[in-house]
């Protein structure tokens, strides 16, 4: 898997947009961006991933640069339980040789009132 | 959505005990299940590779002798500490892999393990 780099720690006032930002800039053409979050004490939780196009749910938005070198996850409007660690991991999706996820360091996001 | 659950939650057990953590894929079968290692403020670490009805695939560094993963089923998962010391005190997580489709993971909510 390709490595990422992020930020170590960010921090965002409730109700504003949280934007955490994620270098890979040995990406390969087959590798997905992965974001997966980790509240204190629970186990990751995925939010969301893509390829190419930007992605968009219900926790969130993926942006990836045109050359995929990096990407944007944005969280719209950030509340206090999206306190958590953000991890972005690049993977090649399906296949079981390619589901193990490697994690970084992530980045720290701490939503403040 | 696709839940994995684990037990138990939290567990303290005297050094030299073992101790048995189990994860299940509730809603949909996992051909694939993955236990990861976390100690305090650090990322999580992959221990080992548990495919169904076969041998775990262990990383570099994990004793497979100390750390026993059975998985029996499309369903459960077990990872058994053998003889646990306090170095052993971590939070362990696992992990579920859909068959098919994108090979999404997800994640159990961990188990605490304290050895005194």
């Known amino acids: 898997d390709a490595k990422t780099t992020q930020p170590t720690s960010m921090d965002c006032a409730e109700g504003r947009a949280a934007n955490l930002p994620c270098n890979h800039s040995?990406?390969?053409?087959?590798?997905?961006v992965y974001w997966y979050r980790q509240i204190h004490s629970q186990g990751p939780q995925y939010i969301i991933h893509g390829l190419k196009n930007n992605e968009t749910n219900e926790m969130a938005s993926l942006i990836i640069t045109e050359d995929r070198k990096s990407s944007t996850l944005i969280l719209p409007h950030a509340t206090l339980r999206d306190t958590a660690v953000y991890y972005c991991?690049?993977?090649?999706?399906?296949?079981?040789?390619?589901?193990?996820?490697?994690f970084g360091g992530g980045t720290r996001l701490m939503v403040k009132p | 959505g696709a839940v994995v659950s684990q037990h138990p939650s939290r567990v303290i057990c005297k050094s030299g005990t073992s101790v048995k953590i189990e994860c299940r894929s509730l809603?949909?079968?996992?051909?694939?299940m993955f236990w990861y290692r976390q100690f305090p403020k650090q990322s999580l670490m992959l221990m080992a590779t548990s495919n169904e009805g076969s041998k775990a695939t262990y990383e570099q560094g994990v004793e497979k002798d100390k750390f026993l993963i059975n998985h029996a089923s499309l369903t459960l998962s077990t990872l058994t500490v053998t003889s646990a010391h306090p170095e052993d005190s971590s939070f362990y997580i696992c992990?579920?892999?859909?068959?098919?489709?994108?090979?999404?993971?997800?994640f159990g909510p961990g188990t605490r393990l304290t050895v005194l």
């Open positions: 992990s579920a892999s859909l068959s098919s489709g994108s090979g999404e993971q997800f």
């Open positions: 040995t990406i390969s053409g087959n590798e997905y």
């Open positions: 809603d949909f079968q996992a051909t694939t």
């Open positions: 991991i690049v993977r090649v999706a399906g296949g079981n040789a390619g589901n193990m996820l490697t």
